[in-house]
């Protein structure tokens, strides 16, 4: 039985939104979409999720040394149904709007639910011999364990643990927060839960993703913070933070240097090279003096080709490269930054910076 079920079963009351509180630090459960990650407060405990310095001295990093990222070739069915019928590439605002509305579908699936009803589903076509349908109930099985191992089990995309490993250790006070390219600004919230009292201003040109993804993300969702007054680890919600969303394309931000921290999580590997100054300059333009950058992308890995390759028609609406954290660090370094820090978590690479 999960905690929750424990404590209701017990005659506990829980609030209907803020069913964690500071007496669950410690605690993990499997929720139907997502986990529930409050262990590891922390950071010496974090850093087993943080591989940080494998390179002392990034000036001597060479791209021939590296050589260059991975590009995910396979389309998703949508885009190539879309070119086929307009005889256009998608362009590219669309191609996000496509992938947003795709890859928020996984998001509010109720996991378990769903693999039993395809489990029933294949063996009532194999009873029958009903090939064809048995071919497409496991597809989505294999899907389905996919993602409920990816996004449940392994909590590989959140990685809350990761994330505030990646994260811990900033020299800032009530932040002013940049997201960049937010999505569902999961990322907006740790930080704002880590460093509480400032602002997270989040942007993102789909809307879709202010009135969905980031609209109906759960408000009973707990992030693992701090309490401003004592110091010592506490539970935010959503619902709690200073979070303002814009649906805006980066390139027309009203914003001068103004941020103590800009971040972007999955951003920069959508871009091919020619493009990638203007995207480093997008993270250096907002900022304080002294102010932080984060970036995480996607790992090299097989693990990710294999996701890629197995999820394409949910993820690849859009350009994509994996890279690894030389490669990520070097593209980094060579448009103006200096990495204060750099290593992977589970499924992407992250990096803390300032500009020279
Ligand atoms: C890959 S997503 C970020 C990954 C995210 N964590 C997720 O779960 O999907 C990148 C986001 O950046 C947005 N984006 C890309 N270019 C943009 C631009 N020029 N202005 C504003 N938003 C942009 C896209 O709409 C998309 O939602």
Redesign the pocket.
């Known amino acids: 039985m999960g905690w929750q079920a424990e404590r209701m079963a017990s005659g506990e009351s829980a609030s209907d939104t803020h069913p964690y509180s500071r007496a669950h630090i410690g605690l993990t459960e499997l929720m139907p979409r997502y986990r529930v990650e409050l262990r590891n407060p922390d950071a010496t405990s974090l850093d087993r999720f943080f591989d940080a310095n494998q390179v002392s001295d990034w000036s001597q990093v060479r791209w021939k040394d590296v050589g260059k990222p991975y590009r995910v070739e396979d389309r998703a069915r949508g885009r190539q149904e879309w070119e086929a019928k307009h005889q256009e590439d998608m362009p ?2 669309t191609s ?2 496509y ?2 509305r795709s ?1 928020h579908e996984w ?1 509010v699936k109720d996991v378990p639910r769903e693999l039993g009803e395809v489990k029933h589903d294949l063996k009532a076509h194999l009873a029958r011999f009903r090939w064809s349908e048995v071919k497409a109930a496991l597809g989505r099985y294999i899907h389905l364990s996919l993602w409920n191992y990816v996004q449940r089990v392994e909590d590989g ?1 959140w990685d809350p643990r990761g994330k505030r490993a990646l994260f811990q250790g900033l020299d800032v006070h009530k932040p002013r927060i940049l997201f ?5 600004g ?2 907006a919230m740790q930080l704002s839960a880590m460093y509480p009292g400032g602002e997270a201003v989040l ?4 809307a879709f ?1 202010a009135t969905d ?1 980031f609209g109906h993300f759960p408000e009973t969702y707990p992030f693992l913070g701090t309490d401003p007054a004592t110091g010592q680890p506490e539970v935010w919600y959503k619902k709690q933070m200073n979070l303002h969303y814009m649906v ?5 931000l009203p914003f001068g240097k103004e941020f103590d921290i800009v971040i ?4 920069l590997e ?1 871009f091919p090279d020619s493009y990638k100054p203007e995207v480093m300059e ?1 993270h250096r333009q907002f900022l304080k003096p002294g102010g932080y950058t984060i970036l995480t992308t996607p790992r090299d890995q097989w693990k990710s080709r294999l996701y890629y390759k197995i999820m394409a028609d949910v993820m690849n609406y ?1 350009y994509r490269e994996l890279m690894n954290i030389r490669q990520m660090g070097l593209y980094v370094y060579e448009n103006g930054f200096d990495i204060v820090r750099h290593g992977f978590i589970k499924v992407h690479n992250g990096i803390v910076a300032k500009p020279r």
């Open positions: 590219v605002q996000w709007e992938f947003n890859f998001f995309i960049l390219g937010a999505a569902e999961y990322e942007v993102d040109y789909d993703c993804r805006d394309d980066i390139r027309n972007s999580v999955g951003l959508h997008w859009t």
